[in-house]
């Protein structure tokens, strides 16, 4: 039976990715009306006639976030049931399923009544909050086994103060950047990492203020995060999953910001849109299982 769950837990997180993913893909592409103003059906039928690669994409969006919402509510069940005796497991296992509800239904009022740029980006969030449930499911499904050395962590209050700042401040830069989307202003500058377009001056409109507000906020996540880095260097070194989890993250970081200026660079190339979308659900991902490890650390010392 655990072979099973472990089978399970890791498909569902790869299907989530998928979805995040998929997410990014429809609204990169414009494809977000790919099936008109109907929904679950697409242009009113089941398999609409004309094809338009918009449709395709919608369509296939709305297919595997329907076969990732089924999976997630039987991982939640079965590991509400396997391991509910694990602290975590049961909020997890709500949290996991409920925003991926939420995700679906904020995506079905889009498509029926519209949403403005700023409704819409919370979608992405909302997602990634279900990814990481997914996330630290998995992690405590795979943990039963081998106990990790998670367990007799200890992490000081300075680093916990750090881990919660970063992981709820990274959520805003993930809003900011998702608002960059949703407002189609990902080339409203033409340069990095300054809005200079011709004239050094302070952003002149709303896109250039969102652009410009989503940069200085990716540039505060990168230095923090290298802070933080140099401390776990200093002072958590014979602690390896911290260790290795902030170099993990500072390498996550700075493709990051890579893969964002890239995107001014391409003029918006795709899989580089997709790759910037991936390594932020990554890193928002190894930022959970820290809030997690952070949660024990306190329990265990106190």
Known sequence: MQRSLKW????????????????????????????????????????????????????????????VGILVLLLSIWSWKAIGHI???????????????????????AVKWGQSGFVLALHFGISLISFSAVLLLTLLIFEIDKKFEAEKLYIDKRMGFHIIGVSIYSYLVIYTGALVRHMKASLVCRDWPLC????????????????????????????????????????YKDQKVLYWGWIIS????????????????????LYIALLHAFFITCLFGVLSYFLLLYSRSRRNHH
């Open 8 to 67: 399970l837990a890791v498909a569902t997180t790869i299907g989530m990715v998928l979805v995040l993913i998929g997410g990014a893909l429809v609204t990169k592409t414009g494809s977000g009306m790919g099936c008109g103003r109907s929904w679950p059906l697409c242009n009113g039928k089941f398999l609409p006639l004309e094809i338009t690669p918009e449709l395709i994409i919608e369509l296939a969006h709305r297919l595997v976030s329907g076969i």
């Open 87 to 109: 602290r975590e497991t049961k909020f997890l296992s709500f949290l996991s399923f409920f925003f991926l509800l939420l995700q679906g239904l904020i995506g079905a009022a």
């Open 196 to 235: 200079l377009n011709d004239a050094p001056s302070l952003p002149n409109n709303m896109y250039e203020w969102v652009q410009m507000g989503h940069r200085a906020a990716a540039g505060i996540i990168f230095i923090w995060i290298a802070y933080i880095l140099v401390l776990a260097i200093r002072h």
């Open 250 to 269: 500072f390498i996550l970081v700075s493709l990051q910001v890579i893969a964002g200026a890239l995107i001014i660079f391409s003029k918006l190339n």
